[in-house]
């Protein structure tokens, strides 16, 4: 069985600063994993995945995230937030090895960017 | 223009009503899945399906229906609505099993 922790369901950056938005999964199997964002009023996209190769993974609008299995952790992180970044974050992650379209997300973080 | 179509967007409606909330992807896309999302408890998934007639449940399927009679309609039901099935639902749509999902803007159903 799988499952997300997404600690902090609120994170305020300033913009310009460092965004961390952070992920631990749990996963019998080696795992798929995946950062998605929200914005109000609107659907879920994509942001970054990790399935197997290289372990630090690049997704768009300057996120990228690292998969560390020995720390079972998946941490988001941007150089330099800007107001545009301000939305909900879910974490998600989904077994390797299962046949199926299970899909489990995070509680999600509500990311504000201050000007 | 690629998309997931979710109709209605909003609805409020009363306890034992049945109702359905449609979903329609013009991709092509072999899996879909339907979600519902509460404040504090992120995404759920209810139901998913993995190609035409194959459906499956997710971690919260009680009191929905779904069926996958079309690749690309995907309907979600709701036999005997309760108050506690009041949420934002979304449909989303892959090519396959770890392409990334399209979602739909969203449906918010109230139950009175």
């Known amino acids: 069985a799988q499952s997300v922790t997404q600690l902090g369901s609120h994170v305020s950056v300033s913009e310009g600063a460092l965004i961390l938005l952070r992920c631990n999964y749990s996963?019998?199997?080696?795992?798929?994993l995946f950062w998605y964002v929200q914005y109000p009023n609107q659907g879920l996209q994509l942001l970054l995945k990790?399935?197997?190769?290289?372990?630090l993974v690049k997704g768009i609008n300057g996120f990228e995230a690292e998969f560390k299995k020995s720390e079972t952790s998946f941490h988001l992180t941007k150089p330099s937030a800007h107001m545009s970044d301000a939305a909900e974050y879910f974490c998600?992650?989904?077994?390797?090895?299962?046949?199926?379209?299970?899909?489990?997300f995070g509680s999600g973080t509500r990311l504000l960017v201050r000007p | 223009e690629a998309q997931v179509t979710q109709n209605p967007r909003y609805l409020i409606t009363v306890t034992g009503k049945k109702l359905t909330v449609t979903c329609s992807q013009n991709m092509n896309h072999e899996y879909m899945s339907w979600y519902r999302q509460d404040p504090g408890l992120g995404l759920r998934q209810i139901y998913y399906s993995m190609n035409v007639e194959v459906t499956d449940k997710g971690d919260v399927p009680e009191g929905y229906k779904v069926s996958r009679k079309e690749k690309r309609n995907f309907p979600l039901i709701l036999e005997s609505p309760s108050p506690n099935q009041t949420s934002l639902y979304f449909c989303?749509?892959?090519?396959?099993?770890?392409?990334?999902?399209?979602f739909g803007d969203g449906t918010r159903l109230s139950i009175l």
């Open positions: 998600a992650v989904s077994a390797s090895m299962d046949s199926s379209y299970k899909l489990i």
């Open positions: 990790y399935t197997t190769g290289a372990t």
């Open positions: 989303a749509s892959s090519l396959t099993r770890v392409q990334p999902q399209h």
């Open positions: 996963s019998s199997v080696p795992p798929y």
